[in-house]
């Protein structure tokens, strides 16, 4: 891990209000890895995933991607610049057809792409091939999850986002889901940072993780370290979601 990080988050402090819910956060993500964030709900996981993308802001510290510092850029440059999410509660276009919701990812820039890159998504979750017509507010959890991952990543991602990919699913669509994000990291080398409150999942899958607790880095280490750390497994991962 040499070289300058692809998403370099220093001394962030971001406010709702007068109420700080990060308070200095410092988090590298280099190329070509999966990193993931873990914590208990409310910790500010995803306060730093929408930090990250311009709204709310930070009021204290600095976002760099890619060389370049974007703690102030408005929220539609900082997607033009090739970072996408898949928020917190998937946030698909539930009145438009699989299809549409996979057009208003890849956005104008990309549209000479779409037919091959419609192709990728479909080879990835053939469930939404054959959903394709199928409106997204009628799809099931999973595949809404599988809509929402495939709609960022028609953006041609430089810096996946994924906010709690795993929230309300059943352990093997979970499995399912997470073994297409390492397909996608392994094959296309695609950089991943992965807010999750299901911790066991989160670890096996990461190369590295930061454990925060309100709004604060508490801990940090390779996937398995953590995954073996007593204090990590005694308040995430034993008697928690596996
Ligand atoms: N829009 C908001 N307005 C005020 N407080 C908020 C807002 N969103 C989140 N918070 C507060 O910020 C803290 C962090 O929340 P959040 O980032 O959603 O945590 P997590 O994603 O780890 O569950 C919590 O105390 C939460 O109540
Ligand atoms: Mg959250």
Redesign the pocket.
Known sequence: MTGQPLLNVQGVETY?GN?R?LAGIDVEVHRGEIVSLI?A???????LMMTICGSPQARAGSVIFDGQNITRLPTHEIARLRIAQSPEGRRIFPRMTVMENLQMGAGLDNLKYFKEDVEKVFAMFPRLKERQGQRGGTLSGGEQQMLSIGRALMARPKLLLLDEPSLGLAPLIVKGIFEAIKKLNKEEGLTVFLVEQNAFAALRLSDRAYVMVNGKVTMSGSGAELLANPEVRAAYLEGGRH
């Open positions: 709702y109420i819910a914590g709900n409310g910790a500010g996981k995803s306060t």
